[in-house]
């Protein structure tokens, strides 16, 4: 979203990113934006290390760490599904933002990608 939505819609009102390029946006971004991101990403970080030291688990086996929903299966079967569906859909991600960054450093050098992406 981060990488089209400003493409389609443009920029929020403000005076720190003015451009829809998301390689310059990110070299244009508040240094505070960048401290408070990574403040976050160490809190989620502290808290998914603290669950282990209790017991649980946030990719492997056993009780985890977040299920708001109880969506995690009970049964070892349908948690060995979950778990390849979670790694397929994870790899599907990392192929995708090597396309978009192929297609944005070579244009054109990614079938089905528009050169506005």
Same mark, same amino acid.
């Given at each position: 979203?981060?990488?089209?939505?400003?493409?389609?819609? #443009?920029?929020?009102?403000?005076?720190?990113? $003015? $451009? $829809?390029?998301?390689?310059?946006?990110?070299?244009?971004?508040? !240094?505070?934006?960048?401290?408070?991101?990574f403040l976050l990403c #160490?809190?989620?970080?502290?808290a998914k290390y603290r669950?282990?030291?209790?017991? @649980? $688990?946030?990719?492997?086996?056993?009780?985890?760490?977040?299920?708001?929903? @109880?969506?995690? !299966?009970?049964?070892?079967?349908?948690?060995?599904?979950?778990?390849? @569906?979670?790694?397929?859909? #994870?790899?599907l991600a990392m192929i995708?933002?090597?396309?978009?960054?192929?297609?944005?450093?070579? !244009?054109?050098?990614?079938? #089905?990608? !528009?050169?506005?992406?």
């Amino acid at each position: 979203m981060g990488w089209i939505a400003p493409k389609i819609f #443009g920029t929020f009102d403000s005076t720190d990113v $003015t $451009t $829809t390029d998301p390689i310059k946006a990110i070299f244009e971004a508040d !240094p505070q934006w960048w401290a408070q991101f990574f403040l976050l990403c #160490g809190i989620a970080e502290g808290a998914k290390y603290r669950a282990t030291l209790e017991g @649980k $688990t946030f990719t492997g086996p056993g009780e985890p760490f977040l299920d708001y929903l @109880k969506l995690y !299966p009970k049964d070892e079967a349908g948690r060995k599904d979950m778990h390849l @569906k979670e790694l397929k859909n #994870g790899r599907l991600a990392m192929i995708a933002v090597a396309a978009y960054l192929s297609n944005y450093f070579i !244009p054109g050098s990614v079938p #089905g990608i !528009p050169a506005i992406f």
